[in-house]
């Protein structure tokens, strides 16, 4: 049987390679284009994924946080003019699944209990009470808001860096790393 250089690939492109998926890893993060779907396996554990959830990642660049030093006021509308946000689809194992949709819960009960500490601690000291009441409410609200946030948060990766074509997404499980590196080569001539 003679060999013909011009033949089709013998091994056929996965059905579940998305050919717009592009990747590259900088740094130990996982750069994945825009609008990519990674292959299906799961970006916590490795293993198998059976769903996908969206998640919205966003940066924010770090000298922002000396600007809340100085003045909430002018840090808060520098901080939404500079934060960039992209949405993903993120390959996960059922357990990892829930254990994300449970962190992203977690997250909006520490935002509401953040809100409605503050909101109460200003209405009270807007009603004069006792000064330490408002302040203790306000003070309570954000360190338990803050706390239940940065804790969901460790049920899902986050994004180093969100640039104008990818999201650099650390702590990517090595197989799933792989995985995506392989699909990505899986491009048609
Ligand atoms: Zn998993």
Do not use: N
């Amino acid at each position: 049987m003679s060999f013909d250089p011009y033949a089709p690939p013998a091994a056929p492109i996965a059905r579940d390679v998305d050919l717009r998926l592009t990747v590259f890893v900088e740094d130990y993060k996982l750069a994945i284009k825009k609008g990519s779907t990674l292959p299906a396996c799961c970006v916590r554990c490795g293993e198998p994924a059976d769903t996908r959830v969206s998640h919205r990642f966003s940066f924010t660049p770090r000298w922002v946080g000396w600007l809340f030093l100085l003045s909430w006021c002018f840090a808060l509308p520098v901080m939404f003019a500079v934060t960039k946000r992209a949405s993903l689809d993120m390959p996960l194992c059922s357990p990892h699944a829930v254990a994300w949709k449970r962190g992203r819960t977690q997250r909006w009960i520490g935002l509401g209990v953040l809100v409605l500490g503050v909101a109460l601690g200003i209405v009270s000291l807007v009603v004069e009470a006792p000064e330490e009441v408002g302040l203790t409410l306000i003070g309570a609200g954000l360190f338990v808001g803050i706390l239940l946030a940065v804790l969901a948060s460790k049920q899902f990766l986050r994004a180093d860096k969100v640039d104008e074509h990818y999201v650099y997404v650390v702590g990517v499980h090595p197989g799933a790393i792989a995985a995506a590196l392989h699909a990505s080569t899986q491009r048609p001539l």
